[in-house]
């Protein structure tokens, strides 16, 4: 509150805090300075020097100089790790050759506070369906959040309340990893609480099928007594769990890679890949048809037979395969149900010659 006269050097007051650096400021301080003379308390007497500091020369210690004190070019005080006995009034002695100069200031040291608290309504999230509100246990109006260690502001999926001590995330993500809340008591002095780890769970997303053979358009051709892998991959958090079936029928497999070392005839057909997630609730799935070349070269797919049903083909074309699968076809057993005659070709066991049979 006082006002200093024009051209006249002064210091203000300065508030600092128990273990940081403070800084006692010169204003109006001549441009044509030879020597920089610190004294602490309200007298410049000599028993009472800190620092003497002559540009360019080195600095010179006085008497009550406790090795944490530096001066400046411009003839500032600098006072680091601040104790609460640093409190009191500190004197400059400005010389400029032709003329002295002095000023006094107060140093403050206070106890820092306590950090800030930090709580959440929740920790364990899924990925677009939950939120999470934290809040700030501070009595200090200036209040900044950081998510990921970096700082936040409101936005479209955050909101912050006018207090700046409630944060709110809509929908979080799979990115949102930490929260944090500090204030700034005092001048460049950051408080920070204590982070907060956020476990989002999501996927499983972008499942895909690698084969041995390469499977193509879903399809994975391989030679009857040959070895066949098809692993599912997927990602996911926690990581997911998965399902086999085979047409249809659900297999003992709960391995991401199913390996099949010597292909059957009753091995052949649609498979599919069943990855979920528990924790976010959500499950995806491909599938794969593994058939022989034989069965490629076809221009119809062979499709499963019911053990009562037949399937009718009509054809006087020698040499075309009939749509008519199943694993469990027997000698003598009847495939076709209709009395229009044809010809099909039973494969009765991999390696055995095909025969014909004409109803």
């Known amino acids: 509150g006082i006002c200093q006269a024009s051209g006249q050097i002064f210091i203000p007051h300065v508030q600092g805090v128990q273990g940081y650096s403070s800084v006692l400021g010169l204003e109006n301080a001549p441009e044509d300075a030879q020597e920089y003379r610190w004294y602490r308390g309200t007298q410049d007497s000599a028993e009472s020097m800190i620092l003497s500091y002559k540009p360019p020369s080195p600095l010179e210690p006085g008497p009550v100089y406790s090795g944490r004190e530096r001066v400046t070019r411009t003839g500032d005080l600098v006072v680091r790790n601040c104790m609460l006995n640093d409190t009191g009034n500190y004197t400059v002695r400005v010389d400029t050759g032709n003329d002295t100069h002095t000023a006094t200031g107060w140093l403050e040291i206070r106890v820092l506070g306590s950090n800030p608290g930090i709580s959440v309504n929740a920790t364990s999230l899924v990925e677009s369906m939950d939120s999470v509100a934290a809040y700030c246990h501070t009595n200090v109006t200036s209040v900044t959040w950081y998510l990921n260690a970096v700082p936040t502001s409101s936005s479209n999926r955050i909101s912050i309340s006018p207090d700046g001590k409630t944060l709110v995330i809509l929908r979080v993500s799979r990115y949102d990893r930490t929260l944090q809340c500090a204030v700034e008591s005092y001048p460049e002095v950051v408080q920070k609480s204590k982070e907060v780890a956020l476990t989002v769970a999501y996927g499983p997303d972008n499942v895909v099928l690698w084969g041995l053979p390469e499977i193509f358009n879903g399809i994975l051709t391989a030679q009857l007594g040959s070895q066949v892998e098809v692993e599912c991959v997927s990602t996911s958090?926690?990581?997911?769990?998965?399902?086999?079936?085979?047409?249809?029928?659900?297999?003992?497999?709960?391995?991401?890679?199913?390996?099949?070392?010597?292909?059957?005839?009753?091995?052949?057909?649609?498979?599919?890949?069943?990855?979920?997630?528990?924790?976010?609730?959500?499950?995806?799935?491909?599938?794969?048809?593994?058939?022989?070349?034989?069965?490629?070269?076809c221009p119809q797919r062979f499709l499963p037979l019911g053990s009562h049903g037949g399937v009718p083909h009509h054809t006087d074309s020698p040499g075309q395969c009939l749509p008519l699968w199943s694993p469990g076809l027997r000698s003598h057993q009847t495939l076709l149900n209709q009395d229009t005659p044809g010809y099909l070709s039973v494969h009765l066991r991999p390696g055995r010659q095909d025969q014909t049979a004409r109803r």
Do not use: F
């Not at 659900?250 to 052949?268: G, R, V």
């Open 237 to 297: 958090r926690p990581s997911s769990t998965y399902r086999w079936t085979h047409n249809g029928s659900l297999l003992d497999l709960s391995d991401p890679k199913m390996t099949l070392p010597s292909l059957a005839w009753e091995q052949t057909g649609h498979y599919r890949c069943i990855v979920e997630n528990p924790e976010a609730q959500l499950s995806l799935y491909r599938n794969v048809r593994i058939q022989t070349p034989a069965e490629s070269e």
